[in-house]
């Protein structure tokens, strides 16, 4: 696995790489989500790049920030294994010389739903290093989890709207076997917290209305971030013994799986 130590180096494999070049962006903290992610691009492309940035102007508070699990050697020997061609771990000063950025995506459709409302400035956050990252990069395709939902359909849009060639690929949601979403910040959680999480993760499917989803939770004392239905789906962002965690169901399948 080669690693790409700047930013000068992924734009030069960008500009003269003739083949397919897949790309995982992350924020480090690799977990079998990413697993998903990382062997679909491998199948997909002739050549996988994945990077290690915890993008520091997404993080709504520095304490969240800072409480990110931070797991760089243990990345890198995931990726190996894994067979990934090359990992970019760019430095915050390279990626926001003047500290803060100079220009960001500020996106305009909605603000006022899920995260977007939730976490004020995070997803403009997210598309600003989405953007700077596929514009160095410039890869064939680029990888992201249906996890983070409203995340994907604003990057799709993104894309889209500044008409980047890059092909963007949604990856279905990937479960433990107790059907917990694999997040970063699973890793958080003491084994009580993740009993909870697996009952968050069984009520968000199962209860059929939404009046009785929130009652349930409050009674399971996992306190709520919020709840809401939009796309068709239902979504929901609670806190865990402090650790935030979301998720979402398809309505027409609650009840049913
Ligand atoms: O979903 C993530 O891991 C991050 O938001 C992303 C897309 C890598 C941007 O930092």
Request: with cysteine.
């Amino acid at each position: 696995m080669i690693k790409l130590s700047s930013l000068a180096e992924a734009i030069e494999l960008g500009r003269t790489y003739s083949g397919s070049l897949g790309f995982v962006p992350s924020l480090g903290g690799l977990h079998q989500g990413h697993q998903k992610l990382i062997e679909q691009a491998l199948v997909e492309n002739d050549e996988v790049v994945v990077s290690l940035f915890l993008n520091p102007i997404q993080f709504d508070s520095k304490k969240d920030l800072e409480s990110y699990p931070g797991t760089l050697e243990a990345d890198l020997k995931f990726l190996k294994k894994l067979g990934v061609h090359k990992v970019w771990t760019p430095g915050v000063d390279e990626i926001y010389p003047k500290t803060k950025p100079q220009f960001i995506v500020q996106h305009q459709e909605y603000r006022e739903i899920l995260c977007a409302k939730a976490r004020p400035g995070h997803l403009d956050g997210v598309l600003t290093i989405v953007l700077k990252l596929l514009l160095a990069l410039k890869p064939n395709k680029a990888y992201f989890g249906e996890k983070d939902f409203l995340q994907l359909r604003l990057i799709e849009d993104m894309v889209h709207d500044f008409y980047l060639q890059t092909e963007i690929i949604e990856v279905p949601t990937h479960r433990t076997k107790e059907g917990v979403a694999y997040s970063t910040r699973n890793s958080k959680l003491s084994p009580e917290g993740y009993k909870k999480a697996v009952l968050f993760a069984e009520l968000l499917r199962s209860v059929s209305d939404i009046s009785g989803l929130e009652k349930e939770l409050i009674s399971h004392n996992i306190e709520i971030d919020y709840l809401e239905e939009h796309f068709k789906n239902r979504f929901a962002a609670v806190f865990i013994e402090g650790v935030r965690l979301i998720d979402h169901q398809e309505l027409n399948q609650i009840g049913s799986l």
